[in-house]
């Protein structure tokens, strides 16, 4: 969800990252136990979990992918940090208060 609001190099980024794996869909039980191993954005809980957070500059840590040229990583790193800079997080509002 917020996709509309995501920066535009956060968008990009994320597309690169599931642009081969596609996005993806959590495995059941059963795929589990077959081996099954999941795809597009599940096998990266921190990102994900960064990206619902708007939190960018996290993001940029958690997007290195195994079997990919460097180049390419280094890319979807460097979109993240600057979405980072374009709408950085916000506190969270118990955070923000000063007292």
């Not at 495995?27 to 990102?47: H, I, K, N, Y």
């Not at 619902?52 to 993001?59: E, P, R």
């Not at 990919?68 to 460097?78: A, G, K, M, P, V």
Request: aromatic share 10%.
């Amino acid at each position: 969800g917020g996709w509309n609001t995501f920066p535009l190099p956060a968008q990009l980024a994320l597309i690169d990252m599931v642009y081969n794996p596609g996005q993806g869909r959590p495995l059941s039980v059963t795929g589990r136990r077959a081996g099954q191993r999941e795809q597009g954005l599940f096998p990266f809980p921190r990102l994900r979990a960064s990206v619902a957070k708007a939190d960018w500059a996290a993001a940029s840590r958690e997007c290195e992918r195994q079997g990919l040229q460097r180049s390419r990583n280094i890319w979807t790193r460097d979109q993240f940090l600057a979405a980072a800079h374009i709408a950085p997080p916000r506190p969270e509002p118990h955070r923000a208060l000063n007292f």
